[in-house]
């Protein structure tokens, strides 16, 4: 690494001393060779990218993108000429592969959801527990708020979103009760993320049910409102394809998940491509399919897996329900 490197020395931690979930896992799992080329689609701080370029010799690159204007800005302050970022949602993963000649890739790592940061600075909207203005959006410059699409939506939107994205049981009861506040309050509604979570709190008390242990009543909710936001689930399911289009032969997929809908979203792709749901000879057993599959399914990795004797699991709240999927290009 460059001596004026910036993750010099931080041993994966980011810059704000956040460690990314399941690192160690994940750094393993892409099985980095010290001259190969490998994508950081979510740098958030750096974590994962420096850690990457710790096991990159001086003919290996990294290329990191990230939606975030932030994270970008923390990216381009370092000085590797193995490293580069850039500003780009998942879907626009081809046009900045080209843009930086990799033709084909070792190794391509997504970390999905929101970053640490996001939550911790209220102003970015994505916390319920300090208040903050109602955004929601990882890159600012793009899109509308959550805000602006609440103020806008008709109620059976509303609630179809919080059902499907939160699986929140209470989806319907919840979009009525911001429907009645736009109503109450015009144009001066929904402000802040404190009055939105207080608003399905009071939802979730009348209704009588109760928020999971160690959960605020307004999490789904607000989980379903930032995806829907952000189109996360359409920006993964681009970039699983192009990822694996771009990969080269032995070159390994690594995702780690947050949500059930993630989460099963890329397990079904990574079975799709693995071949284990195409028509099979009755009699064979033999796969029938125009071409043989692109993917082998490596590992799935829970955060409570076995750890080389002596490293303790560092305490990141994060990780009670990450899921980390490894695949490898055939």
């Keep these: 690494m460059a001596a004026d490197s910036e993750p010099r020395g931080n041993q994966g931690a980011d810059r704000f001393g956040h460690r990314p979930v399941l690192l160690d896992e994940a750094i393993e799992a892409l099985a980095i060779r010290a001259d ?10 750096g974590g994962h990218s420096g850690a990457i370029l710790a096991r990159l010799g001086p003919q290996g690159r990294l290329l990191a993108i990230d939606r975030d204007p932030d994270a970008v800005a923390v990216g381009r302050g370092w000085r590797d000429p193995r490293f580069a970022i850039e ?3 998942f879907s626009e993963l081809d046009a900045v592969l080209d843009a930086h000649g990799f033709d084909r890739v070792d190794g391509v790592l997504l970390d999905l959801g929101v970053s640490s940061p996001q939550l911790d600075d209220p102003a970015r909207g994505f916390s319920f527990r300090e208040d903050g203005p109602l955004d929601m959006r990882m890159d600012p410059t793009r899109g509308i708020s959550a805000r602006e699409w609440l103020l806008r939506a008709t109620e059976n939107d509303i609630a179809k979103v919080v059902k499907d994205y939160g699986e929140e ?15 109450d309050a015009g144009e001066q509604a929904l402000r ?6 207080a608003l399905v709190a009071g939802v ?19 989980q379903a409102l930032r995806i829907h936001v952000n189109q996360e689930l359409e920006e993964l399911a681009l970039v699983l394809g192009k990822a694996v289009a771009r990969l080269a032969t032995g070159g390994r997929l690594v995702v780690i998940s947050f949500h059930s809908l993630e989460d099963r979203m890329v397990k079904q792709f990574i079975a ?10 009755p009699v064979t057993g033999a796969v029938r399919r125009a071409q043989a599959p692109r993917l082998r399914a490596i590992a799935r990795v829970l955060p409570g897996a076995p750890r080389a004797k002596g490293r303790a699991r560092p305490a990141n709240p994060r990780e009670r329900s990450a899921v980390m999927r490894v695949a490898e290009r055939t």
């Design 36 to 45: 190969g080329r490998y994508v950081d689609c979510t740098f958030g701080r």
């Design 272 to 281: 799709h491509e693995a071949g284990r749901d195409a028509p099979r000879d």
């Design 169 to 183: 049981r209470l989806a319907v009861q919840i979009a009525k009760a911001i429907v009645a506040r736009r109503g």
């Design 192 to 197: 802040t993320t404190g009055e939105l979570a």
């Design 204 to 222: 979730v008390r009348r209704r009588g049910g109760r928020a999971e242990v160690g959960k605020d009543p307004a999490t789904r909710t607000f």
């Design 87 to 89: 500003h780009a949602r």
